[in-house]
């Protein structure tokens, strides 16, 4: 049935096609509306839909207004149609603008132009509120889930925490439709906080979940730890993420034809969600710190080793400090060894290690000195201390690493040393031998200096250097001045610019952009070599020019097909694999390489 369905629209679009221009000729009109109309949830999707009827093609994107004060841009689709009432035929165009609302309040969209038909209209300003808990249900307008079939948690490990302390927040997302694949869209910078992005690596786990008596499908996504730098009260603001979302569309027929893309009744389309905001408040550490204060919140302890117990004087050997426990442990200071004089001691190599574990931020710490004792004896490196404060215990505590002992034997020795890991290699103490008596002076080469040509490369490389500078002054004020020369020097990079993008586009489901691209492309290669105006620029307006230009008739027939084919397929698609836009891909690759030939 849908089979047949979809050929019958095809005949009648093709039907629709043959007729004489006079009896579906029609006046363009343009209108923007929104969906959901009126009213939107605080993180959910609304829709900027802008209607042009009477013609399928505009003349360039329209500059939508900017809503960045209470919304975010998602993205953007195109629907095309043909209908037959009464044997008149009517074709329209739908641009879909997804966003995501974000602050809440009374808004307006602003007017906006809109160039069709070879007119430019201008829209309707239109209002919306973003509201907390919206009066009407709470669905995508594009999917029509509801509210609880697809969200965002936001976890915190506490609310309340000291400055320092690390706060773990878990972001999970839970679903009760079949998410093929989602991407994070929003990822607010939160304010007055270290970021640690704790999130595991690889695809996340999923698995199923309770919550309010119903069951869901819940994955962790994003796992961050959050370091307050001071007291007070803090927002996080909300993670938004937008989602590819499976659903059930057996009563219509059309999806493949619009630009979903359908498999056995279903279609996949985006919905996007926003987790909710946090608010966490921040208490300050006690005045009275003891010294030197590690900036560590939660539980700190050190250990330290020698590789060697006892050396001989002059040799160097390794003290290793590790600082582990709970807490931050990015800013943690070097700690001072407080050893004697007479011990030589290098700057340390610091490594370290953050994770999540059970009480939050766990982390790792080391520190590696190589020291070098000057005289023997039996000597001892001093317990090295930090404080830190014991958010348990509500005071300020100190980890200690103990004293470690060391033999040192031989003798003082003064003089260099070379330092390697493990040991030292004293220099060698004799003079370096001077020669005596009277220099003998003779040339080189006997060629004078002027008949080598490095002598005039480097006379002459000042007039190149000045050539070059007037030559790019005229070019700059070419470009400045000579607006159809700016457009050619510029035509074939940015066409190129545009191929590029054309090629990236192939790889997604949806041809249309693709297509799109591709004429784009050809179309303003066009228009820059000749200087003419992209916008409104038509198959024949294109072929008419070339014409004018000496162009031969075989290419032009050739850049009318590739036009033609790319508009059948933007807005009659057909279906086409990547085979199908690779080949079509060089086809437009090769006659714009030629065109550039023949306009140039």
């Not at 998602?74 to 035929?89: A, H, K, P, Y």
């Amino acid at each position: 049935m849908v089979r047949v369905a979809r050929s019958l629209f095809v005949l009648a679009a093709l039907w629709a096609g043959a007729l004489p221009a006079g009896l579906v000729a029609q006046e363009p009109s343009v209108r923007a509306y929104l969906e959901p109309a009126g009213e939107v949830g605080v993180g959910r999707p609304f829709v900027l839909a802008v209607e042009v009827t009477g013609t399928q093609e505009v003349a360039r994107d329209p500059v939508l207004p900017d809503v960045s004060a209470f919304a975010q841009y998602l993205g953007s689709n195109t629907q095309s149609s043909v209908s037959m009432v009464n044997g008149r035929t009517t074709v329209s165009l739908t641009l879909q603008y997804r966003y995501q609302a974000l602050q809440e309040g009374s808004w307006e969209i602003p007017a906006f132009e809109v160039q069709a038909g070879g007119r430019t209209f201008a829209t309707d300003p239109l209002p919306v509120t973003v509201s907390a808990s919206p009066s009407a249900a709470a669905t995508d307008p594009t999917t029509g889930l509801d509210e609880d079939a697809l969200f965002i948690t936001a976890e915190p490990s506490g609310t309340r925490v000291r400055e320092g302390e690390p706060l773990i927040v878990e972001y999970r997302i839970w679903t009760r439709v079949d998410v093929t694949s989602f991407g994070v869209t929003r990822v607010p910078e939160p304010e007055g906080f270290w970021v640690e992005d704790l999130t595991p690596g690889g695809q996340p786990d999923v698995e199923q979940r309770e919550r309010d008596g119903v069951q869901y499908a819940t994955a962790l996504i994003r796992r961050v730890a959050l370091v307050p730098t001071g007291p007070g009260e803090r927002t996080i603001e909300p993670v938004g993420i937008e989602a590819q979302v499976r659903v059930r569309r057996g009563r219509d027929p059309f999806d493949n034809l619009f630009g979903r893309s359908s498999i056995f009744g279903t279609s996949i389309v985006p919905t996007a969600v926003l987790s909710n905001p946090l608010t966490v408040e921040v208490s300050p550490l006690p005045e009275a710190r003891p010294e030197p204060f590690s900036g560590v919140v939660g539980d700190l302890r050190i250990e330290a080793s020698l590789d060697r117990d006892s050396v001989d004087t002059n040799e160097a050997v390794t003290l290793t400090v590790r600082a582990s426990g709970s807490g931050s442990f990015r800013t943690l200071p070097v700690p001072e060894l407080g050893l004697p004089s007479d011990f030589e001691v290098f700057p340390p190599e610091v490594s370290e290690q953050t994770g999540a574990g059970a009480g939050g931020l766990t982390g790792t710490k080391t520190f590696e000195w190589v020291l070098i004792p000057r005289a023997p004896g039996e000597r001892e490196v001093p317990p090295v201390e930090l404080a830190y404060f014991d958010a348990g215990a509500g005071e300020y505590r100190v980890a200690s690493s103990g004293a470690l002992p060391l033999t040192v034997s031989g003798t003082a020795v003064d003089g260099p040393a070379s330092l390697t890991r493990g040991g030292v290699t004293l220099l060698r103490e004799d003079i370096r031998f001077i020669r005596l008596g009277e220099l003998e002076l003779r040339r080189t080469s006997r060629r004078p200096l002027v008949y080598g040509p490095g002598f005039w490369l480097f006379a002459l490389l000042p007039m190149a250097a000045v050539a070059g500078a007037v030559a790019l002054r005229r070019h700059r004020e070419l470009l400045e001045g000579d607006v159809a020369y700016a457009r050619g020097r510029r035509a074939s990079r940015l066409a190129r610019r545009r191929l590029s993008e054309a090629r990236r586009l192939a790889n997604e489901d949806d041809a249309r952009p693709f297509y799109a691209e591709t004429a784009r492309a050809l179309r303003g290669l066009v228009a820059d070599r000749l200087n003419l105006a992209e916008a409104g620029l038509n198959i024949a307006d294109v072929d008419a020019a070339l014409a004018g230009s000496g162009v031969d008739d075989k290419l032009r027939a050739e850049v009318r097909a590739c036009l033609e084919e790319s508009d059948r397929q933007r807005f009659a698609p057909s279906g086409s694999d990547a085979g199908q836009k690779s080949g079509f891909l060089d086809r437009v690759g090769s006659v714009m390489d030629a065109l550039d030939r023949a306009i140039r």
